[in-house]
């Protein structure tokens, strides 16, 4: 059921080209909460926190959540200015989208072009301490477009809050991660930074034009029974180009407890939530993917399964190539015609050509 949201007023050399149509997005329910994701030695951790060298066995039970991502590389400030008048969710209904096919999948191309794809040629490759990921962002002068929560004026800065644009909560969920574009902003709210669930997207003048509930894409078909309580995925990153939402989903386990069903990408017509693709599994875990012309960046890995590194077609997420990485990738910066790549314990810096 769809219902269009109030009229009002993505990368920011295409800035309007998708709203018109994205103001016709619209709502539906909204289900329960995920149970927790299982972390890995992949996933990244706080700055000087230490990661076990293989994940620990588990009898069963969830273990603890992980701890939060860092929400900003190199602890910069908001990417986004604050806006005058948070735009409220909780009267709002997302859209709940129907279950994606779990594989790769071709329902209608994306609008994007069909330009040759990306050469990516290694420049440099060299072993990192693990935990030193605050440094790898510093030195080399990286960010990601994270929204990072500011000192409140009226406590001293004693607590932290979002931009005022960016409500911290829909109804129970809490904002676990607030990406910002420049043209335009995706915020994740969960439960917890394992679990985030629902995508709400603002345009540049901080007003809601889409708002998904990603229920469905979060638990894999098949699932070795003793592993339910560590397949439930969640959304690790959203942007949105020619009126397309892209995001990752996906497990922070053994691709085998899902029966390999996990880690994609998938494009969402923002005005419709239609699926217009979804790629094979196994491609996006990182932290982040970046779009790059008429393609798609991005990496998987987890402990000994192989890793590499993705370039996908935008227009239909198919795999254009992939190159072997040493260990897990886990945040990729784009950056004066280079392509920097944190894994595990391996730095890469490639040129695109």
């Known amino acids: 059921m769809l219902a269009a949201p109030p009229p009002s007023p993505p990368q920011p050399h295409r800035p309007a080209r998708w709203l018109a149509a994205a103001l016709l997005a619209a709502g539906a329910c909204q289900p329960a909460s995920a149970p927790p994701a299982r972390a890995s030695q992949d996933a990244a951790a706080p700055p000087g926190a230490a990661r076990p060298a293989t994940p620990a066995p588990h009898d069963g039970a969830p273990p603890p959540r992980p701890a939060p991502r860092p929400r900003g590389g190199n602890g910069q400030p908001a990417l986004v200015a604050a806006g005058d008048d948070g735009a409220a969710l909780d009267d709002r209904s997302p859209v709940r989208l129907p279950p994606p096919p779990f594989g790769a999948a071709l329902v209608r191309r994306a609008p994007a072009g069909s330009s040759a794809a990306p050469r990516l040629v290694k ?5 990192n301490q693990i935990t030193d990921e605050a440094a790898w962002f510093t030195t080399n002068g ?3 477009p994270v ?3 500011a000192p409140r004026a009226d406590a001293g800065g004693a607590s932290d809050t979002f931009p005022s644009f960016a409500p911290e909560r829909y109804r129970d969920q809490a904002l676990v991660k607030a990406i910002g574009h420049g043209d335009h902003s ?5 439960p917890s930074f394992a679990e985030a669930r629902f995508v709400a997207i ?13 229920e469905s894409f979060l ?17 690790g990153w959203a942007a949105v180009e020619d009126g397309v939402l892209y995001v990752s989903s996906g497990h922070r386990t053994y691709a085998a407890s899902s029966k390999g069903k996990n880690a994609y990408l998938s494009a969402i017509e923002l005005a419709s939530g239609q699926l217009l693709w979804q790629s094979a599994p196994l491609v996006c875990n990182a932290e982040n993917f970046v779009l790059r012309g008429d ?20 227009a239909t997420g198919k795999v254009a190539s992939k190159l072997p990485l040493k260990s897990g990738p886990e945040f990729l910066v784009e950056k004066d ?4 790549v944190r894994t595990y314990d391996t730095d890469y810096v490639f040129e695109i050509r």
């Open 219 to 235: 638990t894999p078909p098949e699932f070795d029974p003793k592993e339910a309580g560590f397949v439930k995925g969640s959304i």
């Open 147 to 149: 929204i990072t929560p």
């Open 202 to 214: 603002l345009d540049a003048a901080h007003t809601i034009v889409a708002f998904f509930d990603f």
């Open 142 to 144: 990286l960010a990601l």
């Open 337 to 340: 015609g280079k392509l920097f």
């Open 295 to 314: 393609h798609l960046l991005c990496g998987y890995g987890f402990t000994a399964e192989p890793d590499f590194l993705y370039v996908l077609e935008r």
């Open 123 to 127: 420049v440099s490759e060299k072993k």
């Open 186 to 190: 995706a915020l994740l709210y969960g």
